[in-house]
T-cell receptor
Framework: SQQGEEDPQALSIQEGENATMNCSYK?????LQWYRQNSGRGLVHLIL?????REKHSGRLRVTLDTSKKSSSLLITASRAADTASYFC????????FGTGTRLQVFP | EPEVTQTPSHQVTQMGQEVILRCVPI?????FYWYRQILGQKVEFLVS????????KSEIFDDQFSVERPDGSNFTLKIRSTKLEDSAMYFC????????????FGEGSWLTVV
């Protein structure tokens, strides 16, 4: 299985702080994608990083990928209460395999 | 921003009834997927579909499930005889290129089997 495992399972921080979520996986991938899910809602694509990339930025998001360690991290800088959601990494070959997710709570 | 649309957003059905969940993928996409998420659990792959046939399916996707692209725009998931454990959020997704593009998800169809 190439299932991703996120760490931590839950994270609580204050507004303005940075949030870091980690993802580990088991097999070779084409790319790794991060998604956000508000409670009971759909999956919103955040960022895709290809297997030959090491770091990518999008607004307040920074994603790293270390294929030698089979791990990725998602950093959200200057967090806001609206960032409260579950965040999933998903590894991609011909389909996405999702990790277990990190539940992020940002307190105002 | 491209969008995958799903209907219905919520359906309640009696155990043993047939359910059809509908999806309109992004228009120029070629690869289509169904995933499900049981409440509080992770998102699980059900099936992928390309060139009018199933390309891969998971163990969850047993004989009770089927998919179809009846008219070139809609992509449907049918559950023939629903069970209580089929209660979940079902997500449709589409992709333009299996090797490296973003996979876009719909908002989901919440199925409750009673």
């Amino acid at each position: 299985s190439q299932q991703g495992e996120e760490d931590p399972q839950a994270l609580s921080i204050q507004e303005g702080e940075n949030a870091t979520m980690n993802c580990s996986y088991k097999t070779s991938i084409n790319n790794l994608q991060w998604y956000r899910q508000n409670s009971g809602r759909g999956l919103v694509h955040l960022i895709l990083i290809r297997s030959n990339e090491r770091e990518k930025h999008s607004g307040r998001l920074r994603v790293t990928l270390d294929t030698s360690k089979k791990s990725s991290s998602l950093l959200i800088t200057a967090s806001r209460a609206a960032d409260t959601a579950s965040y999933f990494c998903a590894t991609s070959t011909d389909k996405l395999i999702f990790g277990t997710g990190t539940r992020l709570q940002v307190f105002p | 921003e491209p969008e995958v649309t799903q209907t219905p957003s919520h359906q309640v059905t009696q155990m043993g009834q047939e359910v059809i969940l509908r999806c309109v993928p992004i228009s120029n996409h070629l690869y289509f997927y169904w995933y499900r998420q049981i409440l509080g659990q992770k998102v699980e792959f059900l099936v992928s579909f390309y060139n009018n046939e199933i390309s891969e399916k998971s163990e969850i996707f047993d004989d009770q499930f089927s998919v179809e692209r009846p008219d070139g725009s809609n992509f449907t998931l049918k559950i023939r005889s629903t069970k209580l454990e089929d209660s979940a959020m079902y997500f449709c997704a589409s992709n333009g290129d299996v090797s490296g593009n973003t996979i876009y998800f719909g908002e989901g169809s919440w199925l409750t089997v009673v």
